[in-house]
């Protein structure tokens, strides 16, 4: 289990996040939804050790505190974060590009097994692997960064406004793709603004704003509750 005990994160002045206590199980999917600058980066930089601001509070997983925990440690113990954007080395072609997510000591054990693994749920992926990754599009280079971090074989997955900016038919692969990895055992926590995405992927929605939690409840239970969509979500 991951859990955010109490977390607060300051920078300077600013306070990113207030007093946010979240609990995700193993094998769930689970989402952190609020508008921009809302804080839900915040937090999954936190999570992920990356975090340049003042923390307090706590985050643990499987009983065993990442405060303090180098990103590479966080890394190592099975936590990894696909960052906002499309994070690609535009020069190299896919299968270099996927090979250096395999730089964890417990992904280099098994990096032919976790590449085969990986171009599987990837098949487009495995088809252009000698491809030069700045000739791809947007949704392909978007998911060459989640398969790239795949390489590192985490139990838990971090993802970073996912959707944002792709075509329709590359969010629903994308949505299609976090089922495969809930049903493979793995744990997701998305950080979102488009809670329609989320529908039918995550059970279990927190949202966020200015840095606080203002609702969290079943992802169904929300969808229902037109006062808070409309507050915090603009749907």
């Known amino acids: 289990m991951l859990t955010v005990d109490h977390l607060s994160v300051s920078y300077g002045q600013h306070r990113a996040l207030d007093d946010v206590s979240v609990k995700i199980a193993k094998g769930e999917v689970a989402v952190i939804l609020g508008a921009n600058g809302a804080?839900?980066?915040?937090l999954l930089r936190a999570i992920a050790g990356?975090?340049?601001g003042h923390a307090e509070g706590d985050i643990s997983f499987n009983g065993v505190s990442l405060i303090g925990l180098s990103p590479d440690d966080i890394v190592t113990a099975g936590?990894?974060?696909?960052?906002?954007?499309?994070?690609?080395?535009?020069?190299?072609?896919v299968e270099e590009n996927l090979r250096l997510g395999a730089y964890s000591e417990r992904a280099r054990a098994n990096e032919a097994a976790n590449l085969d693994r990986v171009l599987t749920l990837f098949p487009k992926l495995r088809e252009r692997r000698k491809q030069i990754t700045r000739t791809m599009s947007g949704g392909e280079q978007q998911m060459l960064t989640i398969a790239r971090t795949l390489m590192g074989n985490p139990s838990v997955l971090?993802?970073?406004?996912?959707?944002?900016?792709?075509?329709?038919?590359?969010?629903?692969?994308?949505?299609?793709?976090?089922?495969q990895l809930r049903d493979l055992g793995a744990t997701v926590l998305l950080a979102e603004q488009n809670m329609h995405f989320c529908l039918g992927i995550a059970s279990h929605a927190t949202v966020i704003d200015k840095?606080?939690?203002?609702?969290a409840d079943t992802i169904e239970a929300l969808r229902a509750n037109e006062a808070v969509t409309q507050k915090y979500l603009a749907i």
């Open 39 to 42: 804080g839900k980066s915040s």
């Open 50 to 52: 990356l975090s340049e």
């Open 79 to 93: 936590i990894a974060l696909v960052p906002e954007g499309r994070a690609i080395f535009g020069d190299l072609n």
């Open 158 to 179: 971090l993802l970073d406004e996912p959707s944002e900016g792709l075509a329709p038919v590359i969010v629903e692969r994308i949505g299609e793709l976090i089922l």
């Open 211 to 215: 840095g606080e939690i203002v609702y």
